[in-house]
């Protein structure tokens, strides 16, 4: 937004989020410093920030909107608050933390007025995600995906690394298994008797009698731990499968792009996909886009950006392996790109920004945006 458009009377409002207390700073429409107010992160905290800001506005102006930091952690209590009582509000990007402290320093109330001056300059602004949708639930579930997974594993590798510790004998037997006939082996080896609880509610407690069955104990145990663990990784499976084949239909069919690279997509896009305008401001968000980094006489070269959601990018990357395998027209890319010169990393590349327009236009919500007119491949 431009200054010039503006009153004196309006009122720019900055937030810098925290997860007890909210600082903001408010501005008028010349850029002028009006007041500051420090609230708590709750609903009655919400409310006196607004009403601060209301009290602000003079007789010909109007609150123009919220510049805020963190609209998806922190910060979306107040977002969700202020959107639903009409507010405009936008997601600020996070200053250069080390310029910053060296020119003007750090805390809450500059944070604060970073963000406003932002919003005033109209630079560096983004439409939050709304977060009341499907999407919104698929997030929810694949957190609970991940740990699970993550959990699953560690428990698988802590199991081998204990059973290398493991007698010869009892080692030789379920070295050779598979990790799941490894997992149903250990559930089933003998284990100490436990002995009753020492008082009532109390868990009973296994006190082996040597090393070999205290050995037998936790390979046990952690076996067990493994088997409630692949349950529960296989519901929260099952329910992504569910939400991502409603949500968006087109995109799970596409060749290499399963339920969690189809979840993740989503997730990148949010439940307001119309706050993406083009494909190329996707493939940024995704990490997949060429950037221009000549000088001289290389004017014509360009790096891959280091930005955007790792996860998306680690997204893309696993959908393009899966296509350089088993997709005929992506193995004849690889080939003619291969004869050109490019090495596989740089046709990995110009591959996630081609899969990157792809998926786009596959997302729902999605279907009416633009391809961008100039585009430029790693090559």
Known sequence: ????????????????????????????????????????????GFEQMLEFCLALVGPTGQLIGFGIEGTGSYGVGLTRFLRRRGHQVHEIARPARAAQRRLAGKNDTID???????LLAGHGLATPKTADGTVEMIRLIKIAYDGVVQARTT???TLKATL?????????????????????????????APRPPVRRGAPAVVVPTDPEAAMRHVLAVMAHRWLVLHEEAKAHAASLKALTAAAAPRLVEAVGIGYDTAA??????????????????FAKM????????????????????????????AALYRVVIVRMRWH????????????????????????????????????PGTEGAQASNHEVLIA
């Open 1 to 44: 937004m431009s200054s010039m458009q503006l009153r004196r009377d309006d009122v720019i409002v900055g937030v810098d989020t925290h997860k007890n207390t909210h600082v903001a700073v408010a501005l008028d429409g010349f850029g002028g410093r009006l007041a500051e107010l420090t609230v708590s992160a709750t609903a009655t």
């Open 112 to 118: 604060a007025e970073h963000a406003a001056r932002q």
């Open 155 to 157: 428990t698988m590798i």
């Open 164 to 192: 290398a510790t493991a007698g010869e004998d009892l080692r030789s037997t379920l070295e050779k298994l598979t990790d799941h006939k490894l997992v149903i082996a250990c559930a089933a080896l003998d284990t100490p």
């Open 264 to 281: 993740q997509m989503l997730i990148t896009v949010g439940d307001n996909p119309g706050r993406i305008k083009s494909e190329a401001a």
């Open 286 to 313: 995704c990490g997949a886009c060429p950037i221009p980094a000549g000088s001289g006489m290389t004017n014509s070269r360009h790096r891959l950006y280091r930005g955007g959601n790792r996860q998306a990018n």
């Open 328 to 363: 005929r027209p992506t193995i004849d890319y690889v080939t003619r790109r291969t004869s050109e010169g490019l090495s596989k990393r740089e046709i990995i590349r110009c591959l996630k920004r081609y899969l990157a327009r792809e998926i786009f236009h596959l997302l």
